[in-house]
T-cell receptor
Framework: KQEVTQIPAALSVPEGENLVLNCSFT??????LQWFRQDPGKGLTSLLL?????REQTSGRLNASLDKSSGRSTLYIAASQPGDSATYLC????????????FGSGTKLNVKP | EAGVVQSPRYKIIEKKQPVAFWCNPI?????LYWYRQNLGQGPELLIR????????DSQLPKDRFSAERLKGVDSTLKIQPAELGDSAVYLC?????????????FGPGTRLTVL
């Protein structure tokens, strides 16, 4: 079974800082990996999707990287803003069952003005 | 384009009562998921539909939970009777052809409180 871990569970930074969120997974045979954002009381919003053949994806101030051999993905947020405050979750789809998503518990980010 | 729609957004019931949640996926998405998310945790899959067919319900507590997806569009998740431990957020998601690596899109969820 695929296990997904996100560290730290919570992070507080001042506005303007660059930051990195981590996601690790136990089985490197993945189909793809997706990063989501969840605001309080809301559903999940997709941020970036990285296919197994890709090393990174970028969208605006966000950059996600994937290193399958080490079972890791990072989400880099440049020049953080208070509006980035939310919980960030990663989800992995394994090759042996690409219809199933395994989620981490998330990192709760607080960006202070 | 409308996203995944869920109702109700909030539900408070007493234990042993029944409850039902409704989901309307994005138009054209043949795959529909129901997840349960406990506080401080990531979503856990309850059931996945491909069109009308439930293809993965291994995590669905079948003694009290049931689901249906008539005509391969809308879906309903039911709990009867509800227990205190069922308090959670129930999320619905949909996706186009997964074999093409398509993303999941989530609805806002239904927050269930069982008293």
């Amino acid at each position: 079974k695929q296990e997904v871990t996100q560290i730290p569970a919570a992070l507080s930074v001042p506005e303007g800082e660059n930051l990195v969120l981590n996601c690790s997974f136990t089985d490197s045979a993945i189909y793809n990996l997706q990063w989501f954002r969840q605001d309080p009381g809301k559903g999940l919003t997709s941020l970036l999707l990285i296919q197994s053949s890709q090393r990174e994806q970028t969208s605006g101030r966000l950059n996600a990287s994937l290193d399958k051999s080490s079972g890791r993905s990072t989400l880099y947020i440049a020049a953080s803003q208070p509006g980035d405050s939310a919980t960030y979750l990663c989800a992995v789809r394994p090759q042996w069952n690409f219809n199933k998503f395994y989620f981490g518990s998330g990192t709760k980010l607080n960006v202070k003005p | 384009e409308a996203g995944v729609v869920q109702s109700p957004r909030y539900k408070i019931i007493e234990k042993k009562q029944p409850v039902a949640f409704w989901c309307n996926p994005i138009s054209g998405h043949n795959t529909l998921y129901w997840y349960r998310q406990n506080l401080g945790q990531g979503p856990e899959l309850l059931i996945r539909y491909e069109n009308e067919e439930a293809v993965d319900d291994s995590q669905l507590p079948k003694d009290r939970f049931s689901a249906e997806r008539l005509k391969g569009v809308d879906s309903t998740l039911k709990i009867q009777p509800a227990e205190l431990g069922d308090s959670a957020v129930y999320l619905c998601a949909s996706s186009a052809d997964l074999s093409l690596g398509n993303e999941q899109f989530f609805g806002p969820g239904t927050r269930l409180t069982v008293l």
